[in-house]
């Protein structure tokens, strides 16, 4: 076994997602099974090889992606906060998070 | 009207006055209304928008000056690209009624080119998904055959362009989410190079994989499309710089002489034998035309499926970090903040995602990250030298999109395992960031439709085109 229904339950905690019984032991087979065909990778030697950190990059430059940092007017934020659950504009409201 | 129109047959029918665009698009909503309730490719339409674009467009006509490139061409939008305005779900309850501020940098520039946005198309969520089975408004149907899938995540768009819903439409593709559904359609479908189109305005999946692209009734409306959307974005710093070719004069140019590497390796165990028939006749069909055809090995493809789940989760756990019930989309509410973000989490998000989100977390957690992440992104790179190594002997490789045709509904769902190895010979082009075309390649049992994938070299979009174009008109599709 790769993954254990306790390494679901720790990763999901992490990702703050509620899962019920059910999906929990389902899930847990399920990326059993991925894990276990992803040992696969195991087969090949990686000890000099470099990680793939950006993609075609050789075509692009530091100077060709970086923009000078200016201030431009930007004044969405009463279209985005009708997009919330609960705006108290201009704030977002959520649940109490200090305890007095 | 014909059911399936070109943007050429839209333009002259628009120039001759034989039909106005506002006409066009009624046309197209009634046909709309007429096959959707059963294939279930758009989600949402947007008619006032695409009536007032329709008028702007006549006004253009009626003034007699010259018409933008896509004047009048009714279009269809996946539902993972924003659009302002105009509700944009991800294919997800999460973002039920979410309602974008602004327009995904690609649909602007289609709309400032005269297209006539009709509304938005169904796919898996969060464009996770092979077969658009993962929405949570239900799958869409194959056109070709009702009782089988459109292939995902872009299930709706392909399938909306094949159906005659649409003339164009955009995608997008992480793993294979434009090729395969193309494929399983009957229509082309292109995945341009990493950093060609701007991500602007896309809801983002996996960064490092995700691209926009169109889907057309011919390569030359692909074309078309990529022309206009192609190009450096100041607001997506991973869009290039490198100048965007002429690909309209690119794709009529002779492809003799060219030389078209096979990889061996996507021939292999796992494949229907009557798409490799098709395949195998779409070759010959190169060689007819004047190609060089070289057999070729790319050593780590068998490993790609492998790779992709592992970063495309990591980079999924992340990105889907943002719907936490704050600022957009769904909240469920529960007694202190941590407890809302679990329960509207829990509650919005589909099971494949939830799977997915589980798998990434898990992958980039401490202790496993250099098992699995590290080791991905390593293989990664030995994936992407295949393609370097390919590219230097050969102008483009030439394999099938998928290993089957389109399946039966409900017959994948059981096993994501499964599912996963629908997109063994896409991955690895994402992987690589290179460009990849699918083009139908005949049919199978008199109505299933195969692809043939042609992979570019990157930046190399012109050159696919030019490949894919010269075998639609030898007649491939036919195979």
Request: with cysteine; net charge neutral; hydrophobic share 40%.
């Amino acid at each position: 076994m790769n993954i254990t229904r306790e390494d679901v339950l720790r990763v999901a905690d992490l990702a703050y997602l509620d899962l019920s019984e059910s999906e929990l032991e389902t899930y847990r087979k399920q990326i059993d099974d991925v894990l276990e065909y992803i040992g696969k990778l195991n087969e090949l030697d990686t000890a000099n090889v470099e990680p793939m950190a950006q993609v075609l990059a050789d075509d692009q430059t530091a100077d060709a992606t970086l923009r000078d940092d200016i201030v431009v007017p930007c004044r969405v934020a009463p279209e985005i906060l009708k997009q919330a659950p609960d705006p108290e504009p201009p704030y977002f409201r959520v649940p109490k998070v200090i305890e007095r | 009207m014909p059911t399936n129109q070109s943007i050429t047959a839209v333009r002259e029918a628009l120039k001759a006055r034989k039909i106005s665009a506002r006409e066009l698009a009624r046309d197209y909503y009634q046909r709309i209304g007429a096959r959707n309730p059963e294939l279930n490719a758009y989600l949402t339409l947007s008619e006032d928008r695409a009536y007032a674009q329709a008028d702007r467009v006549d006004t253009l006509v009626a003034a007699g000056g010259p018409l933008p490139l896509l004047a009048g061409v009714p279009m269809a939008v996946k539902d993972v690209i924003s659009t302002r305005g105009v509700r944009t779900t991800c294919g997800s309850k999460i973002l039920e009624n979410y309602i974008p501020p602004y327009d995904a940098t690609a649909v602007e520039r289609l709309e400032a080119a005269g297209a006539i946005i009709l509304g938005k198309t169904n796919c898996d969520e969060f464009a996770m998904g092979s077969s658009n089975e993962n929405s949570a408004y239900g799958p869409v149907r194959n056109p070709e055959a009702p009782d089988r899938v459109p292939g995902g995540s872009s299930g709706g768009s392909a399938a909306a362009v094949a159906a005659g819903l649409a003339v164009v439409s955009l995608g997008t593709d992480t793993g294979g989410s434009i090729r395969q559904p193309g494929a399983f359609c009957g229509i082309p479908a292109m995945m341009p190079s990493y950093g060609r189109v701007s991500r602007y305005g896309l809801i983002a999946f996996a960064s490092s994989l995700d691209r926009i692209g169109p889907f057309a009734n011919n390569v030359r409306d692909v074309a078309t499309v990529l022309q206009i959307i192609a190009g450096r974005d100041a607001n997506d710093s991973t869009s290039t710089t490198a100048a965007v070719p002429d690909y309209a004069a690119a794709i009529d140019k002779s492809v003799k002489g060219l030389r078209i590497g096979i990889p061996k390796e996507y021939f292999g165990a796992g494949m229907d034998p009557e798409v490799r028939k098709k395949v195998e006749a779409g070759i010959e069909l190169f060689r007819k035309l004047g190609c060089e055809v070289r057999e070729i090995r790319m050593p780590h493809t068998d490993y790609a499926i492998a790779v992709y789940y592992i970063i495309a989760t990591a980079e999924a756990s992340s990105n889907l970090a943002r719907y936490d019930g704050v600022r957009y989309g769904l909240r469920v509410d529960g007694d202190s903040l941590l407890s809302m973000y679990r329960k509207t989490r829990g509650t919005g998000f589909g099971a494949e995602v939830k799977r997915r989100i589980v798998l990434g977390t898990y992958v980039l957690s401490a202790g496993y990250y250099d098992a699995y992440y590290l080791k991905g992104q390593k293989v990664r790179s030995l994936i992407a030298q295949d393609f370097r190594d390919a590219f230097a002997k050969v102008d483009a490789l030439v394999t099938p999109t998928s290993p089957v045709p389109a399946f039966k509904l409900g017959e994948r769902t059981a096993d994501p395992l499964e599912m996963y190895l629908a997109d063994i010979y896409t991955v690895t082009g994402s992987l690589a960031g290179v460009p990849g075309i699918s083009v139908p390649c005949g049919k199978i049992c008199g109505k299933l439709p195969v692809g043939l994938q042609i992979f570019g070299p990157p930046f190399g979009e012109g050159r696919a085109l030019q490949l894919a174009h010269a075998f639609e008109q030898a007649g491939g599709a036919t195979v």
